[in-house]
């Protein structure tokens, strides 16, 4: 039997008589559907809903949908999905002849000090730090452990975030960073001390300086033990710190906070706006330590989408213009800067360093490594954030070893490539990588961060000029010598003829 007689008596009413009606139903559906939107004058077809939402935008038209729904603003998880000007616009040069690549096996320094000036300085290992991400509010308390664990293995700091301190937590930690929160938990001197470092959280790329509010409805009793929350009442994290009212408040706290720690590193953390260079001078004329700069494309558990989208500076240029600034001050030496905002890989890394950071938070590539193929626990009817959220769904069934395991493959992972990176070069540290080794893609980028396109030629310096010279040297050496030669040949045959005719 040939294949076309097998395929129609496959299909035929006679052997497949069901298999034949569903299709006939279908194909009469199909037809007379296209039909419709082939020949309904728009105003009548059902395809007007496709195109308004193209041109709406399919995130922007779902959710004014769950505004219609809700009638209250809307909380989106993770930060703004719009594309700003980004680090992917800027490439790094290659080392080839003039700036020649070092050899595979040359040792990479990727050490970075948090508190330079400070009594207590500690040393991270690789310039990627955890961010700061709160339990209970956001996190679960085996995610916050795991985090701990695999941030120590390769030598970093882990941080708090805008919750309690865990102990669990603290005890899995070798750096131990604690967020000063703008709430009033975890501020007691005992907590302050043990921390390898503090934090201020003046505000956030994601959600500015907007304070916010978790019912007590809404809070449990292990959160309640944590926060140390009585019964019945919310959890405010303020606009504000409580203890800043005003800007020369900061010189107090920083003050209070260094006595009471024994000067160990004090930072802060700020959303990236028009105001940069200001906030900068007031916390450094503060005494701070560090800095975070969280820029435009930074994350969140959840913030309105105004917030997201619209506000704060990307972080190219936040991160250009504070290390321009501090450089300009003389603050380079004292203060350690760090970015933080959709730093998703070792290249985001690199160029971050290259503007001007010296390390980087990293929130949604840790928060998606740590979950790795435990993912598959939630997938594909729930989001892989149900395993990782304080109430999540799947918030039981998270195993932190090999969370813990996962999250520091990746970092093992991005320092090679970091070492690679800065070996590619020509250098072999961390801190010799800065803007001569970037160019651009895009002209604002160019002008934004003072950085050269990459089509523009390069005009290379006196040490290449000399090799020229050298070259043209031996160039009109070698011509010398040809008209020697020439010379001297005309001279024998001249002197050959002379002989001939005196013979």
Not at 469 to 497: C, F, L, M, P, T
Request: one cysteine or more; glycine letters at 8%.
């Amino acid at each position: 039997m040939s294949d076309k007689s097998k395929k129609q008596k496959a299909f035929s009413p006679l052997y497949h008589p069901i298999r034949y009606i569903i299709r006939k139903m279908m194909a009469n559906g199909f037809n007379t559907y296209t039909e419709v939107l082939m020949t309904d004058n728009y105003d009548e077809n059902a395809f007007e809903i496709i195109m308004a939402t193209l041109k709406t935008g399919v995130q922007i038209a779902i959710e004014n949908e769950l505004r219609a729904a809700g009638g209250a603003a809307i909380d989106r998880p993770l930060g703004s999905s719009r594309k700003f000007p980004s680090l992917d616009d800027l490439m790094f040069s290659i080392g080839q002849l003039y700036v020649m690549p070092q050899e595979i096996e040359t040792p990479v320094d990727t050490r970075v000090i948090i508190g330079k000036k400070s009594k207590h300085p500690f040393t991270i290992d690789i310039p990627i730090l955890i961010a700061p991400m709160a339990y209970g509010t956001a996190l679960s308390k085996g995610v916050k452990i795991a985090f701990a664990k695999a941030a120590a293995q390769l030598g970093t700091a882990t941080t708090s975030g805008e919750g309690p301190m865990l102990e669990e937590e603290f005890k899995e930690s070798k750096h131990y960073i604690l967020q000063y929160n703008r709430g009033d938990w975890a501020k007691d001197e005992e907590t302050l001390r043990k921390a390898d470092a503090i934090e201020i959280q003046f505000g956030q790329g994601a959600i500015g300086g907007v304070g916010s509010r978790t019912k007590a409805e809404n809070i449990d009793a292990e959160m309640r033990k944590y926060f140390k929350i009585p019964t019945g009442k919310d959890i405010v994290a303020h606009s504000r710190q409580p203890e800043v009212q005003h800007p020369r408040d900061v010189v107090k706290l920083v003050k209070k906070l260094k006595d009471i720690t024994g000067d160990k590193p004090i930072g802060a953390k700020i959303g990236a706006g028009k105001y940069l260079e200001a906030d900068l001078d007031i916390l450094c004329s503060a005494g701070i330590d560090f800095i975070c700069v969280d820029s435009a494309e930074a994350g969140t558990k959840g913030s309105v989408p105004i917030l997201q989208d619209d506000f704060g500076v990307p972080a190219p240029f936040a991160i250009s213009r504070a290390a321009e600034w501090l450089n300009k001050n003389n603050f380079k030496d004292h203060v350690t800067l760090l970015a933080s905002g959709k730093i998703r890989a070792p290249g985001d890394m690199l160029k971050a360093c290259a503007l001007g950071a010296e390390a980087c938070y990293i929130g949604n590539a840790a928060l998606f490594t740590v979950s790795h193929t435990q993912a598959l626990k939630t997938l594909p009817f729930e989001p892989v954030t149900q395993l990782v959220w304080y109430d999540g769904e799947f918030e039981d069934e998270f195993n932190i070893e090999d969370g813990a395991a996962s999250l520091a493959n990746y970092l093992k992972s991005c320092k090679q490539e970091l070492d690679k990176g800065i070996l590619a070069l020509g250098k072999t540290s961390l801190k010799e990588v800065n803007k001569s080794d970037l160019c651009s893609l895009s002209e604002l980028i160019s002008k934004g961060c003072g950085v050269p396109m990459c089509y523009e030629p390069y005009a290379y310096e006196d040490k290449f000029k000399g090799v020229q010279e050298v070259h043209e040297e031996q160039e009109k050496q070698e011509k010398k010598s040809r008209r020697r030669i020439i010379i001297g040949k005309h001279k024998e045959n001249d002197d050959a003829e002379q002989t001939k005719e005196k013979e």
